[in-house]
Each structure stands twice: as structure tokens, then as C-alpha cells.
């Protein structure tokens, strides 16, 4: 069974930075597969922020390009989102996925909450 922990969400000042981490239990993450942070703001619809394949292959929402990057090193089976010049509109659960490409299955974590306060 696959399971996705999330940790580093908090509370920050806007202007400042937080870096989240997921854990990914198991060999899956070895297979080829697309993992990616997701974010759902209050009254919003969950939206992707950020993911990064295998290869090492990045993709942004626009509005965190230049602030936010997506990491991963696949000997610790874990990813990492670098959030930097953080605003208040950035405040969201954010949630962790791998989609393995194989089957295309999509796997989720808990969510961890980012504030950020103006």
C-alpha cells in the first residue's frame, strides 16, 4: 500500500518561506511516475501548483513561477516544494500526489496547511 506524508506546512508572514515535504512509502516511487503538490483554498477548487516526473521533468501554475520549485530525490522516495516570496493568496491546504504512469493511478496525502499572513 502506498502512502504519501506531507510535512512543513506552518504559519509565515508574506514575504517569507516554507519548504514542504513528501514521504513516499515503498518501492512505487521508483517506478516512472509524475508527483505533484496541489493546493485548495477555502471556497476554491483544488488546482495544481506544481509536479515533476521521474526524469526530473518541472511543471509551474503561473502564478508560482520564479517563487515556488519543485524537487526530488528519489534515493529518500520523497519530493520537496520550495516556497519563497510567499503571499497571502498562496494560503491553502496543499496536498501531495504520485500518479504512476503504469497504471494510472493517482495516490494522495493528508494535506498539510500553509498560512500566510499579510
Known amino acids: 500500500q502506498v502512502q504519501l506524508v506531507e510535512s512543513g506546512g506552518g504559519l509565515v508572514q508574506a514575504g517569507g518561506s516554507l519548504r514542504l515535504s513528501c514521504a513516499a512509502s515503498?518501492?512505487?516511487?521508483?517506478?516512472?511516475?509524475?508527483m505533484g503538490w496541489y493546493r485548495q483554498a477555502p471556497g476554491k477548487q483544488r488546482e495544481l501548483v506544481a509536479s515533476?516526473?521521474?526524469?526530473?521533468?518541472?511543471n509551474y501554475e503561473d502564478r508560482v513561477t520564479g517563487r515556488f520549485t519543485i524537487s526530488r530525490d528519489n534515493a529518500r522516495n520523497t519530493v520537496y516544494l520550495q516556497m519563497n516570496s510567499l503571499k497571502p493568496e498562496d494560503t491553502a491546504v496543499y496536498y501531495c500526489?504520485?500518479?504512476?504512469?503504469?497504471?494510472?493511478?493517482?495516490?494522495w496525502g493528508q494535506g498539510t496547511q500553509v498560512t500566510v499572513s499579510s
Open positions: 515503498g518501492s512505487i516511487f521508483r517506478s516512472n511516475n509524475r
Open positions: 515533476i516526473t521521474t526524469s526530473g521533468s518541472t
Open positions: 500526489t504520485l500518479l504512476l504512469f503504469a497504471t494510472s493511478h493517482d495516490y
